[in-house]
């Protein structure tokens, strides 16, 4: 079983400690945070690695797998692998890039997955 991705990604989001300030405010700012090559887009490789980092700073003990070893788990939780999210993410980037480009811009990024 997948989990959900904006379930997971919403858990993510809420698992590290962060201020109003560390959110971007706008798309652009949004975009600017992910793109790791200066280029205006963001390509699949800059999405999964950005979209990761929660899953990473969640993951305590580093073996790629979210589970009860890493903390308290929501009960009934099944254990998230680090490769079953990141191929989620994967398809949800292809649902963003409406264009079929293979890179997002601002718009794209600012519109739920179809």
Request: aromatic content about 6%; hydrophobic content about 35%; cysteine-free.
């Amino acid at each position: 079983m997948t989990p959900r991705p904006l379930a997971l990604l919403a858990a993510l989001a809420l698992a590290a400690p962060v201020s109003a300030q560390d959110f971007p405010r706008t798309p652009g700012e949004y975009l600017s945070r992910m793109d790791g090559n200066g280029d205006g887009r963001i390509d699949e490789a800059e999405y999964v690695r950005y979209m990761s980092q929660g899953f990473l700073r969640m993951d305590v003990n580093g073996d790629g797998v979210l589970d009860a070893n890493d903390g308290p788990m929501r009960p009934g939780a099944r254990a998230v692998h680090l490769d079953a999210f990141q191929r989620n993410l994967i398809q949800q980037f292809h649902k963003l890039d409406r264009n079929h480009d293979g890179s997002l811009n601002a718009k794209e990024l600012s519109q739920p997955p179809q």
